[in-house]
């Protein structure tokens, strides 16, 4: 099939490699950019595939927390200019106390959900007046719900860059005293910020889906046979290449933000003797705006 300049330029955003290397890999992935990627990363030359901000939305992500449970949701408008409109300021901020009372299972639910302050009408339905009004397509594209228990559980939330990326963290601690300790307070921000910086995918390793990291050994084995280096340091290689990859991906074992020598690991031990309390990452959650799940 025909390979448009418009690819050839995704996979060099994705890879930084050339043009003709990127050309060439779509043409035997027949196009397919996915496919492309796992190619050239198997041959060696491209690192690692880009997992965020292919859709170039904007809009606003907003987060809230009331009685043990946080709210995170993401409306989406074409512009940034509207995304400050007061209209559409009104329906985020009207859509978020909707959500967090009625709290719905899915977004289908969501969408169907009907309020007083709406004028009665479905939010579905308010968001195609608000188009018709602002005359720009809007959408309500997510929303999560997390829930701690207050016995020994906190959240802890971040946004960066006024709603670009919202984050909602869940900690818990063995004794109730650290709950709401100073230390625990700054631990939370730090780990926030961390999970908005370093966009992790699980807590630990142990999290990561089964198919990524099938995929990433799968990977890494064609990478260590066609290294030249011979058959039995193998899966030392793999071995290795895996755990530089957790480091990358898996909460807990990323290097810490605003401390580099040491792992977020580290700096929740630091935490844990200064209030002499165990404590762990219990969950987390993570929205870009306009980037893919």
Not at 85 to 101: A, I, P, Q, W
Not at 222 to 245: C, H, M, N, Y
């Amino acid at each position: 099939m025909a390979i448009s300049a418009t690819q050839v330029r995704e996979l060099r955003e994705a890879t930084g490699l050339g043009m003709m290397a990127c050309k060439k890999a779509l043409e035997e992935a027949d196009g397919d950019m996915e496919k492309a990627i796992e190619s050239l990363r198997k041959q060696g030359q491209a690192t690692a595939a880009k997992r965020a901000g292919k859709a170039a939305k904007e809009g606003k992500v907003s987060v809230l927390v009331e009685d043990g449970t946080a709210l995170m949701y993401e409306v989406n408008s074409e512009t940034d200019f509207v995304a400050r409109n007061d209209d559409f300021v009104g329906f985020c901020e009207d859509l978020g106390t909707l959500l967090m009372k009625e709290k719905p299972a899915s977004i289908e639910d969501a969408k169907a959900l009907k309020s007083d302050q709406m004028g009665g009408q479905a939010v579905e339905s308010k968001l195609m007046e608000l188009v018709g009004k602002i005359g720009e397509n809007i959408s309500f594209r997510r929303f999560k719900i997390i829930n701690a228990d207050e016995a020994s559980e906190r959240l802890f939330t971040y946004i960066h860059g006024n709603g670009r990326i919202g984050v909602v963290v869940k900690l818990a601690a063995d004794k109730a005293e650290c709950l709401d300790s100073d230390a625990m307070k700054q631990l939370g921000k730090d780990v926030a910020m961390q999970v908005a910086a370093a966009n992790p995918v699980a807590v630990n390793p142990e999290g990561l889906p089964q198919d990524l990291v099938a995929k990433e050994k799968d990977i890494y084995t064609t990478q260590a046979q066609s290294s030249g280096k011979p058959e039995k340091i193998w899966d030392r290689i793999v071995e290795g290449k895996l755990s530089k990859f957790y480091k990358e991906v898996a909460l807990i074992e990323q290097a810490f933000i605003r401390e580099p020598d040491i792992s977020v690991t580290d700096r929740i031990k630091q935490t844990e003797k200064e209030t002499g309390c165990s404590i762990s990452v219990i969950e987390f959650g993570r929205y870009e705006l306009g980037s893919e799940e």
